[in-house]
T-cell receptor, first 111, second 116 residues
Framework: QQQVKQSPQSLIVQKGGISIINCAYE??????FPWYQQFPGKGPALLIA?????SEKKEGRFTISFNKSAKQFSLHIMDSQPGDSATYFC??????????FGTGTKLQVIP | NAGVTQTPKFQVLKTGQSMTLQCAQD?????MYWYRQDPGMGLRLIYY???????DKGEVPNGYNVSRLNKREFSLRLESAAPSQTSVYFC???????????????FGPGTRLLVL
């Protein structure tokens, strides 16, 4: 049972463009939504996270948009750079729930 | 401060062989986790330990056992390896308390396992 659905599976963006990755969740008990970034050969690392009491959180070029009623959240990478090329995982957790990860999006930013 | 360390980095096994993957963290975290990562499947939880002395099954525990040796160390054992266990294994830790609460997970660099 996949509780967090992530799309697209892969994404190619031109340098300077906007990368958008979407996730949808089912469990209304979730109240913490982190995004992890993983470079090849490395473990995932926390990039940015949001709680559902806000609709948007921005850190530099990275923004999470959150729609509680639709049970959806998305990651926007503005002015995408080749160094942003990585796999991105959304995740959800809360209360006594363990972290549930999306299936990942492989982002390639081309010059 | 090394964070989360894993050994070995890479291992090749023959079907039926056994091995133990080691994980240690130096952040004084309560909770530790073992995940496997397969293409198109994301990160799937194998086992976790909410605190020293406790372990629980995750989403895909069959074929694995774990030991929370102390607060720092959490090992994953494959008793009789199968080709289906070919994967990349990640250990993670978090400061999460027993009573729940969502906190950041810190991942190790992974162990790449190939079972022939």
């Amino acid at each position: 049972q996949q509780q967090v659905k992530q799309s697209p599976q892969s994404l190619i963006v031109q340098k300077g463009g906007i990368s958008i990755i979407n996730c949808a969740y089912e469990n209304t008990a979730f109240d913490y939504f982190p995004w992890y970034q993983q470079f090849p050969g490395k473990g995932p690392a926390l990039l940015i996270a949001i709680r559902p009491d806000v609709s948007e959180k921005k850190e530099g070029r990275f923004t999470i948009s959150f729609n509680k009623s639709a049970k959806q959240f998305s990651l926007h990478i503005m002015d995408s750079q080749p160094g942003d090329s990585a796999t991105y995982f959304c995740a959800a957790t809360g209360g006594y729930q363990k972290v549930t990860f999306g299936t990942g999006t492989k982002l390639q930013v081309i010059p | 401060n090394a964070g989360v360390t894993q050994t070995p980095k890479f291992q090749v096994l023959k079907t039926g062989q056994s091995m133990t993957l080691q994980c240690a963290q130096d952040m004084n975290h309560n909770s530790m986790y073992w995940y496997r990562q397969d293409p198109g499947m994301g990160l799937r939880l194998i086992y976790y330990s909410a605190s020293e002395g406790t372990t629980d099954k995750g989403e895909v525990p069959n074929g694995y056992n774990v030991s929370r040796l102390n607060k720092r160390e959490f090992s994953l054992r494959l008793e009789s390896a199968a080709p289906s266990q070919t994967s990349v294994y990640f250990c993670a830790s978090s400061p999460r308390r027993n009573s729940g609460g969502a906190e950041t997970q810190y991942f190790g660099p992974g162990t790449r396992l190939l079972v022939l």
